[in-house]
């Protein structure tokens, strides 16, 4: 057992997160060439934590020891979000999935693709009307927010637009809530960003507790009939369900999708077209680039070790999408997009990921985001090529809190013939 490198600092003066949220890549860059290892330690929110950035240190902890390292109750997700599958833990946790997890399989799941498909087209379909280039994460952001809505709620903006529009706004400021100091502060004339977001929360679930008294159908009516702990619980779930984070994950895949497929990725825009599982490499490709969230936390519930590291009991662990995805012993050319590493020497390894999380503590939702995913991305391929317009463009990334370009690209849309975008692509892998 070997001794953690790198430093902890002192409490306060010692803390990165600044550093770190400022360019989290960077920032573990350059500690992995300054160690030599990919686990190594510092200060975050001023708490000694290790950083996995190993698909090895990944597994470990959030498979092997997932009953070591737990959430973390102070949590901000927790005073955003309440008491919900995302931060239980122990047994609380195990229970909720076996109630939850029918909800995102088998006839649930498939009761909502008709909504995914028709919100998909809805979205999408007059991308080149106008001949102008579109701003394409707001487009996908709106999308997801259509299909989130629609699903988990029953509420569309076609049938109810004041709703749909109230319920839009509330989840933006719900969402400055989880990237703001946690202060609440309310004077005349002005409330902190946190306040704000709490006052937001209360409105939301007032709308979702009406829904849950209403609503007999669909997921809504699925969720009344379930065996949960207490009457708060299911009402905590919509609000985590219809939150803005599926949204906005779901916009940083797609423009990631959109923008490596653009130009000159005519060629792979055909092969996609007619090879459903080679579409699916393409979404894996994306996933482990450009994951949408940066990773998660951990804290250790007793002394331990990660990738043979000695981890004290209390420490925090926290694990980097973007580093471990980029992990040179299990991906070759780790910064190079090739959609045919998955189906040659990482084949059968969509395991090793971790944009959505990993173990039994993944998100319950993986299976939903491959649906929603497929249907935007296919209706995309059937019925348009695409570029950047203009063609230079500042693609620079940042990854807090999700992963998109710095400046917002635009992208020129262009219809493709009737005969070709009439053809429905054959059914790939789930």
Excluded at 407 to 418: D, G, K, Q, R, Y
Aim: charged share 20%.
């Amino acid at each position: 057992m070997s001794k953690l490198v790198g430093t902890a600092g002192v409490s306060v003066l010692g803390d990165k997160s600044l550093e770190f949220y400022r360019d989290p890549v960077a920032f573990c860059e350059q500690r992995i060439e300054k160690h030599g290892t990919r686990i190594f330690q510092s200060r975050l929110l001023n708490k000694p934590t290790s950083f996995v950035c190993s698909v090895e240190g990944m597994k470990e902890l959030l498979c092997e020891k997932s009953s070591v390292f737990l959430k973390d109750p102070t949590d901000v997700m927790h005073n955003m979000y309440g008491d919900n599958i995302v931060t239980a833990n122990g047994e609380e946790a195990c229970l909720l999935r076996l109630s939850l997890t029918n909800l995102f399989t088998g006839k649930c799941l498939a009761s909502g693709s008709d909504l995914i498909n028709s919100v998909s087209e809805r979205c999408l379909k007059n991308l080149s009307a106008t001949g102008e280039p579109v701003s394409v994460y707001p487009l996908f952001k709106r999308l997801g927010t259509e299909l989130v809505l629609g699903l988990f709620l029953n509420v569309k903006p076609d049938e109810t637009p004041e709703l749909f529009q109230e319920i839009t706004a509330l989840c933006t400021l719900h969402w400055h809530g989880i990237i703001s100091t946690p202060i609440s502060v309310k004077v005349p004339l002005w409330s902190s960003g946190f306040c704000t977001a709490l006052e937001a929360k209360d409105k939301l679930m007032d709308i979702i507790k009406d829904k849950l008294e209403c609503e007999r159908q669909g997921f809504v009516g699925y969720l009344r009939d379930l065996p949960l702990p207490d009457a708060s619980c299911a009402s905590q779930h919509l609000l985590l369900f219809i939150s803005a984070l599926i949204p906005k994950a779901l916009a940083s895949l797609l423009t990631s999708f959109t923008l490596v497929l653009s130009g000159a990725g005519k060629e792979i825009r055909n092969r996609a077209r007619a090879d459903p599982d080679y579409l699916y490499y393409i979404l894996l490709e994306v996933q482990r680039l450009w994951p949408p969230f940066i990773g998660g936390r951990r804290i250790a519930n007793q002394d331990t070790t990660l990738g043979g590291f000695h981890i004290p009991k209390a420490y925090a662990a926290m694990y980097v999408s973007h580093a471990i995805h980029r992990d040179p012993e299990v991906f070759h050319q780790p910064e190079d997009f090739l959609p045919e590493r998955w189906c040659g020497r990482n084949a059968g390894q969509e395991h090793l990921l971790c944009s959505l999380g990993n173990g039994p503590r993944n998100c319950i939702g993986v299976q939903l985001n491959n649906v929603f995913l497929k249907a935007a991305c296919g209706y995309l391929l059937q019925h348009y090529d695409w570029d950047l317009s203009p063609y230079s463009q500042d693609l620079q990334y940042k990854w807090l809190p999700v992963s998109r370009p710095t400046v917002p690209p635009m992208v020129s849309f262009t219809e493709l013939e009737l005969e070709s975008s009439a053809t429905d692509l054959p059914d790939g892998p789930p």
